[in-house]
């Protein structure tokens, strides 16, 4: 059986491993889940009559918009180069600034939800 392509998933020959785009389609859902939680702070704010909560809705916006269109397209084209290569993925910049967003977004939220209406 020679020129027999390995097994899928053996992680040698041709064929790609998925874990990588998975990975980088987890950074879009993140971007989108920051966009639609400003969404729902935005709605909140124009229901309420709100407008400083409005402009953190907007503040949110930007940090999903930042992931989304900055952070997510960085680690494709990292994870591309390093298939690529044939070397590991590890961007910790990258996913420390992710983080950071998130935890911002998530004190964002909490200060939305617990403000006195």
Do not use: Y
């Not at 704010?45 to 992931?67: H, K, M, N, S, Y």
């Amino acid at each position: 059986m020679s020129g027999s392509a390995p097994p899928a998933g053996s992680g040698r020959g041709t064929t790609r491993e998925t874990q990588p785009e998975r990975t980088v389609l987890s950074w879009q859902r993140t971007g989108l889940g920051v966009l639609a939680l400003a969404g729902l702070l935005a709605r909140a704010a124009v229901t309420d009559g709100a407008p400083a909560r409005l402009a953190v809705a907007g503040g949110v916006a930007l940090l999903g918009l930042g992931v989304l269109g900055g952070l997510a397209p960085l680690r494709a084209r990292a994870v591309e180069r390093a298939l690529d290569r044939g070397t590991g993925v590890a961007v910790p910049r990258l996913a420390l600034a992710v983080t950071a967003v998130v935890v911002a977004v998530a004190g964002a939220a909490l200060v939305a939800v617990l403000s006195p209406r």
